[in-house]
């Protein structure tokens, strides 16, 4: 685990060097209220069968004490590395293209040509609606184009794809 | 089908069959598809409910009465299979008269479905390939179907069918004829730049209208399903290269796949022959099937592989069963991937595959994709010449040998993976590199299998660039570019961290830098310059380079010109 170089990064965001930061981009960040939306679903998926664990280990055999705490480790692991997640996602608007970074394990960066655009999406669940934030999604012709910025809020989401389609439009050309 | 028979004039100009007024149909002429288009699609479901009938009736008798009783049954034999028949024709009938297309200046019309009926707009102008497919029944009653691709994901493409042979192929002319800007040039504004050759170039595009104008008002006649006489004419066509038979075989003889279960076969023999349990060998069957049937498709697929080109674009031909004849416009092609398998070396063996948007992902013994199922090194590169007449380098062929076979040892043009790559991909980190020309980037890739990956600029969707946490200790990352779904997905794996960096900052500009000069869609506005692409040679290069302003004019006035040529034979 040590050779990941985790601690080498003071901070995750400003960690962030090389490739993956290019000079003289003002990276936008995401809402923290992503951290907040990805924990509640995280604590669901694994709470609820951390109690399960628990509640056969008191009512059958202790030895499910075992899974129980594994889940709670992996958990517990979870929400530490999540804030930093959502703090490593970062994304800018150029004149001709958008950036979207993301990952501290795995970086990710990827351009997209504002006039490769085919159609932008806003979503949101309900989660996502009671914090105030949502999702956009850019879509260009190749399916392999993962260009996607959660936790941004509905205004800053509406703004984005506002800009994003009117940029597509300008620039766009044939495939 | 009776009806279609006395009266196809007025049953033209009525407006659509049943509630589906979506669109108004002012200017559309309506055709129909070939009558026989039910049964072809649907002959199996036929053969297989008269199966089942035919069964269901004898299995109703006792066979010991049977001869006796056949005098008193075989009403209620004849009448079960009429009726089914009686059902399968209405249907047929109901869902031939459901479907019609139409053509106009900028888009390809279909209606289709009984209850749930359906109308698809195809775009001329974001076409991106046209097929004329003959399955084999297709084939004994001289039918085919066109597909029109146009980028719209998965079940995207219009498949107008069936209809007869000739005139899939009329419509074809005319569908590219329309799609290259031909036609459009009569309503639509005039050309930017008043030259010679557009006089002459609007002159020769004047006939073909004029033409169109003359054969509307007979259309209707003496011809069964109401199908207009086609106007266009069929662009000629230069063949560039073939693949013969037996170099077909050959190839397919040296796939791994054949080998590895000719050893697992031999193994098991020997197996077989120490144990006498011969029940071993039927473990075999389910992969000698696979094996079988993989292979099977691929030269039934490629068999008779035939190429050439012409002002519209590529043709490609090839099918043994189910006969295949595509068209590629020029500038559809996304990318190009030219790879080499092991026991292909001796040989110097190449096959190209492309991404056309539309085409999509097929299964492994798709053949929509394939550019050249094998050739030696020339014709690849002559192939590869069809797709980018000019590379965009003062020396492509050196430069392509470079990508095809060199490597960091021999590297002039390629920048290749360092050598702390070597510990993360100890095989392949000396093929590892890319290298970039002024038109397009340059990927490779594969050791055993050798692979070089061409993007031209223009085509390049969006760029990426990922790092794990080994790469990131190496100070390596990988660089990708996103080509719409089909066989190819560009990417270099553990580049140099700065170079990576360096590489999809540059190639995002470049990318922007060709799209703003790319040829538009309707290609024969500006330029048809494949044909000269027929002869790769440095000199066709040179002339391609500056496109922009000097070539087209002369490469206008040239294609049309060939049109007319052709239609003394059409």
């Not at chain 1, 004149?95 to 993301?102: A, G, S, T």
């Not at chain 1, 309900?126 to 809020?153: C, E, F, Y």
């Not at chain 2, 692409?533 to 049309?560: C, H, I, K, L, Y």
Request: some cysteine.
């Amino acid at each position: 685990m040590t050779s990941f170089d985790l601690p080498v990064d003071p901070d995750p965001v400003e960690g962030i060097t090389g490739p993956f930061d290019p000079p003289g981009i003002a990276w936008d960040r995401v809402s923290p209220r992503l951290t907040t939306a990805r924990l509640v679903v995280l604590g669901l998926t694994l709470g609820l069968p951390i109690l399960a664990c628990a509640a056969v280990a008191v009512l059958v055999t202790p030895w499910v004490w075992l899974a129980a705490g594994f889940l709670a480790a992996i958990l517990l692991w979870a929400v530490l590395l999540v804030p930093r997640q959502v703090r490593a996602i970062g994304y800018a608007e150029r004149d001709d293209d958008l950036l979207i970074r993301k990952g501290i394990l795995f970086r990710q960066l990827v351009v997209v040509p504002y006039g490769r655009m085919q159609f932008v999406d806003v979503q949101a669940g309900p989660l996502d609606r009671k914090l105030g934030i949502a999702k956009v999604q850019l879509h260009t012709a190749a399916a392999s184009t993962d260009a996607v910025i959660p936790g941004l809020p509905p205004v800053e989401a509406e703004r984005l794809r506002d800009r994003l389609t009117a940029r597509g439009e300008a620039k766009l050309a044939g495939l | 089908m009776s009806d279609s028979g006395h009266a196809p004039v007025p049953e033209q100009q009525r407006p659509t069959p049943s509630g589906s007024a979506a669109v108004p149909d002012e200017g559309l002429q309506w055709r129909r598809v070939h009558p026989v288009t039910p049964f072809v699609r649907g002959w199996a479901i036929i053969v297989a409910l008269l199966f089942v009938v035919t069964q269901q009736s004898f299995e109703g008798i006792p066979y010991g009465e049977l001869v006796d009783d056949v005098a008193q049954v075989w009403w209620v034999f004849v009448l079960g299979i009429l009726g089914v028949l009686a059902v399968v024709f209405g249907f047929a009938a109901l869902s031939w008269r459901m479907t019609s297309f139409a053509v106009d200046d900028d888009a390809a019309h279909l209606r289709k479905g009984i209850l749930f009926r359906q109308q698809r707009h195809a775009r001329l102008d974001r076409l991106q390939a046209v097929d004329v497919r003959q399955p084999l029944l297709a084939r004994l009653f001289g039918l085919a179907e066109l597909t029109l691709e146009v980028a719209g994901g998965s079940d995207s493409a219009v498949a107008i069918g069936f209809l007869r042979l000739d005139d899939a192929t009329a419509l074809r002319a005319d569908l590219l004829a329309r799609a290259a800007g031909v036609k459009a040039r009569r309503s639509g504004p005039a050309p930017a730049v008043p030259d010679p050759a557009d006089a002459a170039d609007t002159s020769s595009a004047e006939p073909g209208a004029g033409r169109a104008a003359a054969a509307e008002p007979g259309s209707g006649d003496g011809r069964p399903d109401g199908q207009v006489p086609l106007v266009a004419v069929e662009a000629p066509e230069n063949q560039v290269y073939e693949v013969p038979p037996a170099r077909l075989l050959g190839s397919l003889v040296r796939l791994p796949a054949v080998w590895v279960s000719l050893i697992l076969f031999v193994g098991l023999g020997v197996v077989v022959a120490l144990t006498r349990n011969v029940g071993l060998l039927f473990s075999l069957l389910p992969a000698v099937l696979g094996v079988g049937t993989f292979l099977f498709n691929r030269f039934a697929g490629e068999f008779g592989f035939r190429a050439a080109v012409s002002p519209d674009g590529i043709r490609l031909r090839h099918g043994l069963l189910e006969t295949r004849s595509q068209t590629i416009p020029p500038g559809r092609v996304q990318a190009i991937e030219l790879s080499q398998g092991l026991w292909w070396r001796g040989k110097d063996w190449w096959r190209i595959k492309v991404n056309v948007a539309g085409y999509g992902v097929e299964g492994s013994e798709g053949t929509q994709s394939v550019l050249l199922p094998v050739g030696p090194r020339q014709e690849a590169l002559t192939a590869m010449w069809l797709v980018l007449p000019d590379l965009g380098t003062p020396d492509p062929a050196a430069l392509v040998d470079e990508g095809l076979t060199g490597d960091a040892r021999t590297d002039r043009s390629f920048t290749t993976s360092p050598r702390r790559a070597l510990i993360l991909d100890p095989l392949t980190w000396r093929r590892n590199g890319f290298a970039v020309t002024d038109r397009a980037l340059l990927l490779r890739g594969g050791r055993l299998t050798r692979r070089l990956t061409v993007v031209p600029h223009e085509r390049t969707q969006s760029l990426g660039l990922q790092q794990g946490p080994w790469q990131r200790r190496r100070g390596v990352a990988s660089f990708t570019v996103h080509s719409t779904p089909g066989p190819i997905s560009p990417a270099v794996h553990h580049l140099d961290a700065p170079d990576a960096a360096r590489l999809i900052d540059a190639q995002a500009v470049r990318a922007r830098t060709a799209r703003a000069q790319q040829t538009p869609e309707r290609w024969m506005e500006t330029v048809a310059a494949v044909a000269a692409a027929a002869e790769p040679t440095d000199q066709s290069d040179r002339q391609m380079t500056d496109q922009p302003t000097g070539e087209p004019v002369a490469e206008r006035s040239d294609a049309p010109a060939a049109r007319p040529t052709s239609e003394g034979d059409a």
